[in-house]
């Protein structure tokens, strides 16, 4: 199992979101985490830019996008700009991407949002071209016409992951990428609909087992505080009424929101919800620290009781 935490941007001016970030970075390489996984949020920081800043601050620790929305670029740029970010991390890049939601794609962008699942595949066969590095990307299909040089080698094979909800989706994952990147997919979801699909898809195509990783908040606290701490993963995280993705993810689970996913409670508590996931077939672990309180101070406090916990269980979890 790969252990890995979530850094974003947040809140806060530029300069400081830079500096909190690489602060963290620091921190989840010095403490052994596996995996950085950077959210793309629409309002916010590039996360590959971010990535390649942070690739010159560490050196080992792998760096991954969850994730980089398909519509906003072309593949030929999206392969650029994550060959740039690979050198800069010295091979350390874990390219998710995704097809997105409506309220991203069309709501904010004006882009159609017709046929996702077709859109990625056609996609997908041009970025996969373009990691490669081999010179010039010829791909014609029902999406793309593509013939471009590129002469942007990558330092080490380019992992890509995808966010895949649907069974069409978890299919092209299995047949055309490394692995899925989740959200809002708890152990059920994972275990009889996430993992068997992919799986069967990937060895269909003569893969390899893909990665599965499981976004999923936690929060350390005294078990008289879990159900506070799952309500407030439903009032900052919540996004499955907006989503219908994630509403149809849900209802191949067990949980109603993002706070029934939380894992909450002391550390043995966490160990057990953690160990739930593998089980289920989770590969990778991407964890969203959740801090209390009701101040900033408390929550600082918690965020950093939190991630020291997840240091130590790291270790014995591998």
Excluded at 170 to 184: C, H, K, N, P, S
Excluded at 251 to 266: E, F, K, R, T
Aim: glycine share 8%.
């Amino acid at each position: 199992m790969r252990i890995g935490v979530m850094i974003g941007p947040e809140r806060g001016d530029s300069g400081r979101k830079l500096e909190r970030m690489l602060r963290d970075i620091e921190w989840a390489e010095s403490a052994g985490m596996d995996t950085a996984w950077i959210p793309q949020i629409p309002t916010d920081f590039d996360a590959l830019i971010t990535i390649a800043a942070m690739g010159l601050k560490t050196s080992r620790i792998e760096l991954g996008t969850a994730v980089v929305p398909l519509q906003a670029q072309h593949p030929i740029a999206l392969a650029r700009q994550a060959l740039s970010a690979h050198a800069a991390s010295g091979g350390r890049l874990a390219l998710g991407v995704g097809p997105s939601h409506h309220w991203i794609v069309s709501d904010m962008l004006g882009l159609p949002y017709d046929k996702p699942a077709a859109y990625t595949r056609d996609y997908l066969e041009v970025l996969n071209a373009g990691l490669l590095g081999s010179g010039s990307v010829d791909v014609e299909n029902d999406t793309f016409t593509v013939h471009n040089p590129l002469d942007l080698g990558p330092v080490a094979p380019v992992p890509v992951l995808i966010a895949a909800l649907g069974p069409v989706m978890l299919r092209i994952a299995g047949e055309q990428a490394d692995g899925t990147v989740l959200w809002m997919a708890d152990e059920r979801a994972i275990e009889s609909h996430i993992v068997p699909k992919i799986s069967k898809a990937a060895a269909d195509a003569g893969r390899p087992a893909p990665r599965v990783v499981a976004g999923l908040p936690v929060c350390l606290c005294e078990p008289s505080r879990v159900d506070e701490a799952k309500a407030r993963a439903n009032r900052i995280l919540a996004e499955a009424e907006v989503s219908p993705n994630y509403q149809r993810l849900l209802d191949q689970g067990s949980a109603q929101n993002v706070g029934d996913m939380c894992i909450a409670g002391d550390e043995k508590q966490i160990e057990a919800g953690l160990r739930r996931y593998a089980d289920a077939g989770a590969t990778d672990m991407s964890i969203r620290l959740l801090p209390i309180g009701d101040n900033r101070d408390e929550l600082v406090a918690s965020k950093q009781r939190t991630r020291e916990m997840i240091a130590a269980l790291a270790q014995e979890l591998r």
